[in-house]
T-cell receptor, first 116, second 112 residues
């Protein structure tokens, strides 16, 4: 397993601004993931972040809106840019661990974002 | 494309009663299956998983799930529910890669 922390835990932001969310893991992991959970909805994968390469975005998500950094094997950031009220969601990072596929994914506590 | 259906949006049970949460999936082969729980204000916690072998799997907190290939189902069960089990439960699948596809979740309420 892995222990994952996220900062901030919640924030209220004005439209048009940007917020960077941090995700820290207590061990080195190859792959980190960013999910969005809109109010009353399930989780949707935004992108996969590998250390040393560009993030891979899912359909409907673009780098200009959700830039991701992955500077090392224990840390990643997700920025929500030029925010609008539709971006109000819980953003969760996750990591997969294990020595063979399929890996188990472990999730951070989430960042609750409200855009006014 | 893979998909997960959790037909029950909300379920209410009395404390001490048994529980079954339904999960059906669509996938071209046998997927890898997971159940997660999300308590209010918390992230997701892995309850149990099925990869292969025995189709009845045991998880944490007294939960179990049974994989039924013929029904494309992976229902979650607990013999006796505790008030602390009130939470949202998500079923998820993957084809063996890293991308998890989640169901829409079932909100469990426990009446005392």
């Amino acid at each position: 397993s892995a222990v994952i922390s996220q900062k901030p835990s919640r924030d209220i932001c004005q439209r048009g601004t940007s917020l960077t969310i941090q995700c820290q893991v207590d061990s080195q992991v190859t792959m980190m993931f960013w999910y969005r959970q809109q109010p009353g909805q399930s989780l949707t994968l935004i992108a996969t972040a590998n250390q040393g390469s560009e993030a891979t975005y899912e359909s409907g998500f673009v780098i200009d809106k959700f830039p991701i950094s992955r500077p090392n094997l224990t840390f990643s950031t997700l920025t929500v840019s030029n925010m609008s009220p539709e971006d109000s969601s819980i953003y969760l990072c996750s990591v997969d661990t294990g020595t063979s596929r399929p890996y188990e994914q472990y999730f951070g506590p989430g960042t609750r974002l409200t855009v006014t | 494309a893979q998909s997960v259906t959790q037909p029950d949006i909300h379920i209410t049970v009395s404390e001490g009663a048994s529980l079954e949460l339904r999960c059906n999936y669509s996938y071209g082969a046998t997927p890898y299956l997971f159940w997660y729980v999300q308590s209010p204000g918390q992230g997701l916690q892995l309850l149990l998983k099925y990869f292969s072998g025995d189709t009845l799997v045991q998880g944490i907190k007294g939960f179990e799930a049974e994989f039924k290939r013929s029904q494309s189902s992976f229902n979650l069960r607990k013999p006796s529910v505790h008030w602390s089990d009130a939470a949202e439960y998500f079923c998820a699948i993957t084809g063996g890669g890293n991308k998890l596809t989640f169901g829409t979740g079932t909100q469990l309420k426990v009446e005392l």
